[in-house]
């Protein structure tokens, strides 16, 4: 990595590459890629990069770190040492490495034909091994959760789901109570045993708890993720290709859990908690069916319109269940949760809804930039809630059509009642079936850094 201004300073480059590159630099262009005298890849900085908004100039980082990834790829190159003469920002040298180890996951487990693993080393004055640990650690985490937002239904069940929560996490420091069946039933989680009764599998609900001694915050920061381990919409069954990707629909209970083990890894002194409720939806001879009414952890009965709105019914169990038990500073909860949010932000970014957390918004759409997993935030206007009135229950689990991302979000959020209460639907941006520079093919596990970026700021 080069400052184009100090480019003739770098001795190490050969007369040959100096010229090369200075003429490069002329054209605007990026980065280059010098093939003699050995593979090389050669970065400069960009040409407006002091005037360029930050978000913006270490977005332009990890992408051009990707394309060399997929030079290297193309010339079987797996071992590289980045050599960092930027005299540039610590920032933007993080942001370089962290497009390589993001770029660098692929899922191969059902391949005959494995892939080659990458290995990279740094060497900058700019960034010291503590720091470049630190980028590896959150990295480490995002990718773990991509893996278990691949697994197809066949090898990531509800109660394999649990086991991965259980993986390793007493040596992060992180106490994993995965409840028996039992236990559900007994604290009567309606939501989540409604969905359940057309599964032939028993649900799980995980319980990741990180309490250092330390901690700035007495009220944990509970995160309840979405696990449908598998949505085939129940007895509403999903048509056409709607069903084809939704092994994916846990990707909120993957999110959760790499932000609690990355928060573990980084030490953060905070208290925060993670739920993760999980099932499939799928039908069988016992499975719901509209006009049901079930009765939900706090005691809400709740009619049942559409039973493809099943992930909602699963966070509402465990934000009552949050509410209760820890009245949490902020409850935030992720979900693959609607197509609506899909259709209205497509794969770029998060459909974000808040009710009582004014206080964060500006601090979470600033970690939105900065980390390019950006949200925008829709309304939580109180006109919506008549969407929900029911005949028959206290409430029903679907509204009427439009503005089904909010609809969804006051559903969740009827269950936090005064709780600062944070919901991010994910729904379209987890998956991409085509590559897009340092994210996909595949899960993208997209929240878990800006999140992660936001939580550093409240410690
Ligand atoms: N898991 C889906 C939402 C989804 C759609 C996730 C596309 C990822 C990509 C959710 O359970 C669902 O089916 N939602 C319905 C709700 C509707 C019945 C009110 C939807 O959005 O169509
Ligand atoms: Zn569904
Ligand atoms: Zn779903």
Redesign the pocket.
């Known amino acids: 990595m080069f400052r184009r201004d100090l480019l003739a300073k770098v001795s190490l480059l050969e007369q040959e590459e100096i010229s090369y590159l200075k003429d490069r630099a002329e054209d605007g262009k990026d980065f280059c890629y010098i093939p003699v005298p050995e593979a090389r890849f050669i970065v400069l900085w960009p040409k407006d990069a002091d005037t360029m908004p930050q978000g913006e100039l270490l977005e332009k980082i990890r992408v051009t770190a990707s394309r060399i990834l997929d030079k290297m790829r193309d010339e079987k190159i797996f071992k590289t040492t980045v050599v960092d003469h930027s005299w540039q920002s610590a920032e933007g040298v993080s942001a370089f490495m962290e497009g390589l180890y993001l770029g660098a996951y692929r899922f191969d487990t059902f391949k005959k034909e494995k892939k080659e693993k990458f290995s990279f080393n740094l060497e900058s004055d700019t960034l010291d091994a503590k720091a470049l640990g630190r980028i590896e650690d959150v990295c480490k985490e995002v990718n773990r959760s991509k893996y278990l937002i691949d697994l197809p239904f066949s090898a990531l069940n509800a109660k394999q789901l649990g086991e991965w929560a259980e993986k390793d996490a007493e040596d992060l420091g992180i106490k994993v109570e995965v409840w028996p069946y039992a236990k559900i039933e007994k604290a009567g989680m309606g939501g989540l045993l409604g969905v359940n009764q057309g599964s032939v599998d028993k649900a799980t609900f995980t319980e990741m708890r990180y309490k250092p001694a330390k901690a700035v915050n007495k009220k944990p920061i509970v995160l309840v993720g979405k696990g449908?381990v598998f949505?085939a919409?129940g007895m509403?069954i999903?048509t056409g290709s709607?069903m084809d990707?939704?092994k994916?629909?846990m990707a909120g209970a993957a999110l959760a859990m790499g932000i609690i083990r990355a928060a573990a890894r980084l030490r953060l002194p905070l208290y925060i908690v993670a739920l993760l409720p999980a099932t499939d939806?799928r039908l069988n001879g016992n499975a719901l069916v509209c006009g049901d009414v079930i009765t939900m952890y706090d005691g809400t009965t709740v009619e049942i319109t559409?039973t493809?709105?099943?992930?909602r019914l699963l966070l509402a169990d465990a934000v009552a269940y949050a509410t209760a038990e820890y009245s949490p500073m902020l409850t935030v909860s992720m979900a693959?949760?609607?197509?609506?949010a899909?259709r209205a932000l497509g794969s770029q970014g998060i459909a974000a809804m808040q009710q009582g957390a004014d206080q964060y918004v500006d601090a979470l759409l600033q970690s939105g930039e900065r980390v390019h997993e950006r949200l925008c935030f829709f309304p939580m206007w109180k006109e919506y809630d008549k969407e929900l009135d029911s005949d028959v229950a206290d409430i029903k689990n679907?509204?009427n059509g439009p503005a089904?991302m909010i609809t969804?979000a006051k559903f969740v959020q009827y269950f936090a009642k005064e709780t600062p209460f944070l919901h991010l639907d994910v729904?379209?941006v987890?998956?991409l079936h085509k590559k897009d520079a340092y994210r996909g093919p595949g899960a993208t596990a997209f929240g878990i850094r800006m999140v992660l970026d936001f939580l550093q700021k409240l410690c």
């Open positions: 449908i949505d919409g509403n999903k709607y990707d939704m994916t629909d939806n559409n493809d709105a099943e992930g693959t949760l609607t197509g609506a899909s679907c509204g089904g969804a729904a379209g987890e998956f």
